[in-house]
T-cell receptor
C-alpha cells in the first residue's frame, strides 16, 4: 500500500461542474502539498497545508490531520483546469523530502 | 521573482556523451532539489542540496553527478547514460529544506538518451 493514495485516478467533468480530488496518507506529516502539472509541462505548487483550509480563486484545499485526509476542490471547472493533480506529503524528517501520490488526471470538457 | 529556471528545455544525447542540466533561482532559497519523472508517474527525488551541501542522495547511479556551485545554481552532470534514463528532469527550490517549506518547481528538462 502506498503511503499516499489519491482518488480518483481519472476524472472527467463537464465545464462548470464542481470537482473533488481526495488524498489519504498513512504517515505523520509536517505539511501536505497540492501540485498541478499540465501535459508535458513543469509542476506548479497550488497549496501547502498543515491544517484547516486554504482558498485561491476557484480552488479550495482542506486537510483533516486526525483523519489523515485532504481534499482539493475546483469550483466552476473550466477546460484549462485539465491537468494532473498531485498530492505530496512532507514527513517530519528534515530536508523537506516529499512523498508523492500517483496523481489524478482531470479532463474538463467544454 | 518567484521563478525557477531550467536549461535546456530539451536535450537529446547519445550514450557516450557528457552533458549538463542547469537550474537557477533568485528567491534566496537555500535548498535545491533534483527530481526525475517518467511518463505518467509522479516525480522521484534524486538529490537535495541544503546550504550548498549535498544532504540527500537517493541511491542515484554515479552516471548522474550533482553540483551546487552557489546557493542560486544547481547543476546535474550526465555521463554514459542509458536509454532508460530518458525522462523529464525537474529542479525545485525551497527556503530551507525543512518539511514545512513550499517547493517551487522549474519547467523541467526533457531528456532523450539515444
Amino acid at each position: 500500500k502506498n503511503e499516499v493514495e489519491q482518488s480518483p485516478q481519472n476524472l472527467t467533468a463537464q465545464e462548470g461542474e464542481f470537482i473533488t480530488i481526495n488524498c489519504s496518507y498513512s504517515v505523520g506529516i509536517s505539511a501536505l502539498h497540492w501540485l498541478q502539472q499540465h501535459p508535458g509541462g513543469g509542476i506548479v505548487s497550488l497549496f501547502m497545508l498543515s491544517s484547516g483550509k486554504k482558498k485561491h480563486g476557484r480552488l479550495i484545499a482542506t486537510i483533516n490531520i486526525q483523519e489523515k485526509h485532504s481534499s482539493l476542490h475546483i469550483t466552476a471547472s473550466h477546460p484549462r483546469d485539465s491537468a494532473v493533480y498531485i498530492c505530496a506529503v512532507a514527513g517530519g524528517t528534515s530536508y523537506g523530502k516529499l512523498t508523492f501520490g500517483q496523481g489524478t488526471i482531470l479532463t474538463v470538457h467544454p | 521573482d518567484t521563478e525557477v529556471t531550467q536549461t535546456p528545455k530539451h536535450l537529446v544525447m547519445g550514450m557516450t556523451n557528457k552533458k549538463s542540466l542547469k537550474c537557477e533561482q533568485h528567491m534566496g532559497h537555500r535548498a535545491m532539489y533534483w527530481y526525475k519523472q517518467k511518463a505518467k508517474k509522479p516525480p522521484e527525488l534524486m538529490f537535495v542540496y541544503s546550504y550548498e551541501k549535498l544532504s540527500i542522495n537517493e541511491s542515484v547511479p554515479s552516471r548522474f553527478s550533482p553540483e551546487c556551485p552557489n546557493s542560486s545554481l544547481l547543476n546535474l552532470h550526465l555521463h554514459a547514460l542509458q536509454p532508460e534514463d530518458s525522462a523529464l528532469y525537474l529542479c525545485a527550490s525551497s527556503s530551507h529544506g525543512t518539511g514545512g517549506d513550499e517547493q517551487y518547481f522549474g519547467p523541467g528538462t526533457r531528456l532523450t538518451v539515444t
